[in-house]
């Protein structure tokens, strides 16, 4: 399952899905194709979050409707957009937020008129004044596509979006590295979990929500789909950093079941349960202020949702060179259809605590 979980991955990342995208090969008809046939339904809203349903198997009583899980893992991509030409050369900034460190030398597409190759680069630092030739911020760079300034001012203006161009990579031990891993890869674990519950039962709804805009908004698409969803359990699934001494975050240690006040401790504690009787490994991460993740958006839509974090291992996190362990992958995927399948109408009342 491991190699097939990696090729997933790797067709996810690939896509391309920068915040406010709708141009050919986007992560949105990537996302659909995967999803079609492992539900009864996909649908896509107006700000481009696509849903796939999988329906239950209880029929409850009295005409009521079944229980609602909502999976949510967004599928934008941190990337640019063009702010000024520059005699021939494209001055640009960032959307989702990126790592001005590693951005030299990167390939990148720009998505004019038709899409253009590009690199990005900077003035050399011989001729940097200020004594500044090892400190290039990004609005010292430029991205050269290589054509005369009257034909770059034909093809591309300014608010054009810019993509990372990055093959994915695999890295000893089944490593892979790429692009957008941030967040495809628990896009690839919400497919994991619809594929594990072709083969099991369970009672209630299954909302598997690839949302938008989260690079850009931190809750834009989680937002308006808890609120058109409505559901009665929610998980987000994204990414933390890993290996970095701040945290005990490790690759290929298992899902990170998150603690705080923003992370149900009911649910958290039928993940752990579940873990435990699987003998999968996990790991926990303190948030007690928050993760900047689709979570909050969720818990407080509407009358509130009880909602939990759970995040995949990675390195070199907003950088088109991110790392994960395709096993912790495929272990969230396999932790969610377990939960989905555990559950009844007995757990919405554990949800309410006792006074």
């Known amino acids: 399952m491991q190699t097939s979980t990696a090729e997933l991955i790797k067709r996810l990342s690939v896509a391309v899905g920068v915040t406010g995208y709708a141009g050919p090969h986007n992560i949105h008809e990537v996302v659909s194709a995967e999803m079609t046939p492992l539900v009864n339904r996909v649908s896509h809203d107006r700000l481009a979050s696509v849903t796939g349903l999988k329906a ?11 229980r609602k899980i909502m999976l949510a893992a967004h599928l934008d991509e941190i990337g640019g957009m063009v702010t000024r030409l520059d005699q ?20 990148v597409t720009v998505h004019g008129k038709r899409d253009l190759p590009g690199l990005i680069g900077s003035i050399p630092p011989h001729f940097q004044r200020n004594g500044k030739s090892n400190k290039v911020d990004l609005y010292e760079m430029l991205i050269d596509v290589g054509l005369p300034a009257e034909e770059v001012e034909q093809l591309v203006q300014v608010g054009d979006l810019i993509s990372f161009r990055q093959v ?49 908004s931190y809750y834009l698409g989680a937002a308006t789909q808890a609120y058109a969803i ?13 290996d970095v001494d701040e945290l ?17 401790p009911f649910i958290r504690k039928r993940l752990i349960d579940i873990c435990e009787a699987m003998e999968m490994s996990y790991q926990s991460e303190m948030m007690p202020s928050g993760a900047g993740s ?14 939990i974090l759970i995040s995949i291992p990675s ?17 969230v995927g396999r932790l969610l259809a377990q939960f989905i399948a555990s559950l009844d109408e007995a757990f919405v009342t554990e949800l309410i605590p006792k006074i």
Request: with cysteine; charged share 25%; hydrophobic share 40%.
């Open 88 to 107: 021939g050369f494209l001055r640009f900034t960032q959307i989702g937020g990126l790592d001005d460190r590693v951005l030299m030398g990167q390939e």
């Open 56 to 66: 239950g198997e209880q029929t409850p009583a009295g005409g009521q409707p079944r």
């Open 168 to 216: 994915p990579l695999d890295l000893k031990n089944g490593l892979v590295a790429g692009k957008s891993l941030d967040n495809r890869v628990s896009v690839a674990a919400i497919l994991v979990c619809l594929q594990e519950l072709q083969k099991m039962r369970h009672q209630w709804d299954v909302y598997a929500v690839a949302t938008a805009d989260e690079e850009w």
């Open 248 to 264: 005990e975050v490790k690759l290929d240690q298992g899902p990170v079941i998150s603690l705080g006040p923003s992370n149900h």
């Open 315 to 331: 390195r070199n996190m907003h950088t088109a060179v991110e790392i994960v362990q395709p096993r912790d992958v495929d272990r």
């Open 294 to 307: 689709d979570a909050y958006a969720i818990e407080v839509s509407r009358e509130g949702v009880p909602t």
């Open 230 to 242: 409505r559901p009665d359990v929610a998980i987000v699934i994204d990414v933390t950093f890993a």
